[in-house]
């Protein structure tokens, strides 16, 4: 985990550091705590966005945060942000800074956007050995194998289970829509079939009013 602290001068301080690794990908959590009062504002109100600058291709990009703890430690907000390749790609320090936004009517109808923004803060990513690297991906190949040998075993598994749970086990004739459907486990499938379609459907392969049967057995049978 790698932890921030907003300050009320809009400072921010690293208050805990991890090794965040090179092409690391939803591993590493990046927490961000914030005063929730700042000048009595309260800052849970605010759009929180984090915006990062990579450290070699300078791609400049942000991320609007969610509240994870709205009462964090009682007087703090805490935000949480799974740290992916869009920031670990590049080897070096990733710059980020903070910004809060604010829309509000006063009295008279006049709407005010209000925007903090605080002081930069940097995260370095940390190189790994190049063997079985992709140049052209963010993961490396093994990575890849191994990631898409567990998509599809999860993949069987979830078709299995989708089979199961969709399998009918019944028919059903429901009286008051004049229906006939299959259920598996109790629940209805698919839309039905009009007891008065099916009616229609034996009237046309009937003669005289009577259902015709083959009772002929094929030759060679």
């Not at 009595?40 to 109100?45: A, I, P, T």
């Amino acid at each position: 985990m790698f932890e921030v602290l907003v300050q009320n001068d809009n400072t921010v301080a690293v208050v805990k550091r991890q090794r965040i690794m090179q092409n690391s990908k939803l591993l590493d959590v990046l927490q961000i705590i914030i005063p929730r009062l700042y000048d009595e504002l309260d800052m849970s109100r605010y759009v929180a966005r984090l915006e990062y600058l990579t450290p070699i291709s300078h791609n400049h990009g942000f991320v609007e945060l969610e509240i994870a703890d709205a009462e964090y430690k009682t007087d703090y907000i805490l935000y949480k942000l799974k740290i992916d390749t869009n920031l670990t790609s590049e080897v070096g320090n990733v710059e980020f800074a903070m910004t809060f936004i604010d829309v509000d009517m006063d009295e008279d109808g006049t709407v005010e956007t209000i925007v903090r923004k605080t002081d930069t803060f940097i995260m370095p990513i940390i190189p790994v050995s190049n063997w079985f690297v992709a140049s052209n991906s963010a993961l490396t190949a093994l990575d890849q194998r191994i990631a898409a040998t567990q998509q599809v075993v999860k993949a069987m598994a979830d078709l299995q289970n989708s089979l199961v749970q969709d399998k009918l086990d019944d028919i059903v004739l429901d009286t008051d829509s004049s229906t006939i459907y299959g259920t598996s486990g109790g629940v209805k499938k698919g839309t039905g079939i009009k007891v008065s379609d099916l009616g229609d459907a034996i009237a046309n392969d009937t003669a005289d009013g009577m259902v015709l049967v083959n009772t002929y057995e094929e030759d060679g049978e």
